[in-house]
C-alpha cells in the first residue's frame, strides 16, 4: 500500500501544486495509425483500465465523436498533415517545434468540462527507438493507466505504472497504482481537486492489491 505522500506525488505538477482529475462521461476511444490486430490491443488496454476504474465505455461521444484520440507515428510532423487537429490542439505548431526540438517519444492533451473533469484526451506517440521495441500489449496498458486520470508531471519519469514478475517475467499493472485507479473512481470522490488533501481521501479508500480484471491485456511475455 502507498503513503500519502507516495499517492500525493502521483498528482504533484513540476510547480509543487496538486492537480487531479478523472473522467466524467463515458470514454469513446479512436486509435489512428495501426493495424487491426494492435487496434485490438489499445482498445482492449483501454477497457481494462476502465473497467478496474469502474468507470464506462461508449462508442461516440456527443459532442466529438470520440474522446480518447491515440495517435501512432514515426515523426512528428506526420501530425502537421491531420485534418483540423490544429482545432482540438491549440498551439499545435510551436507545440511540434517544441517536442521535435526535445526528441519526444510521447505527449499527452487533455480537455476538461466546467466541474474540471476530463472531457476529452489526445495522445500521440512517437514510434521510433526504444518506444518501437516496447511489447504491444506493455505500450497499450501504460498509455491506457496515463490517460484514465490526469497525472503529476513525474509521477511515472522514473517507475513505469506496470512491473514485471521475477519467476514468469509476466508484465502487469502495479498493484498499487491498480488502487489508487479504482479509489480515484469512487463515487464519493470528486471528479477534481486541486487540494493535497485529496490525497489522503484516496489512501483512505485504498483496498487489498487488485487483480488484472478480465480481458486485461497483461500478463505479456517480453
Not at 75 to 84: A, F, N, S
Amino acid at each position: 500500500m502507498m503513503t500519502p505522500a507516495e499517492i500525493e506525488a502521483l498528482f504533484t505538477r513540476a510547480d509543487g501544486s496538486y492537480a487531479f482529475a478523472r473522467w466524467g462521461r463515458p470514454i469513446a476511444p479512436i486509435v489512428f495509425g495501426v493495424e487491426d490486430s494492435t487496434l485490438a490491443t489499445v482498445k482492449g488496454a483501454i477497457e481494462a483500465v476502465v473497467t478496474l476504474a469502474g468507470h464506462q465505455m461508449a462508442e461516440t461521444d456527443p459532442e466529438l465523436g470520440s474522446n480518447l484520440m491515440v495517435f501512432f507515428f514515426r515523426d512528428w510532423d506526420e501530425l502537421m498533415g491531420v485534418p483540423d487537429l490544429d482545432r482540438l490542439i491549440p498551439g499545435l505548431d510551436p507545440l511540434l517545434a517544441r517536442l521535435k526540438a526535445a526528441d519526444a517519444s510521447q505527449y499527452r492533451a487533455f480537455r476538461f468540462d466546467d466541474q474540471g473533469a476530463i472531457q476529452a484526451c489526445f495522445v500521440f506517440l512517437r514510434m521510433s527507438g526504444a518506444m518501437a521495441k516496447l511489447p504491444a500489449e506493455t505500450l497499450a496498458l501504460t498509455q491506457a493507466v496515463q490517460a484514465i486520470l490526469m497525472w503529476g508531471d513525474s509521477a511515472f519519469a522514473e517507475t513505469s505504472p506496470l512491473a514485471v514478475i521475477p519467476d514468469s517475467g509476466a508484465t502487469i499493472l502495479r498493484p498499487d497504482i491498480a488502487g489508487v485507479i479504482a479509489a480515484a473512481y469512487d463515487r464519493m470522490m470528486p471528479v477534481a481537486a486541486a487540494d493535497s488533501s485529496h490525497a489522503l481521501r484516496l489512501f483512505a479508500r485504498l483496498q487489498a492489491p487488485i487483480d488484472p480484471p478480465a480481458g486485461d491485456p497483461g500478463p505479456t511475455k517480453h
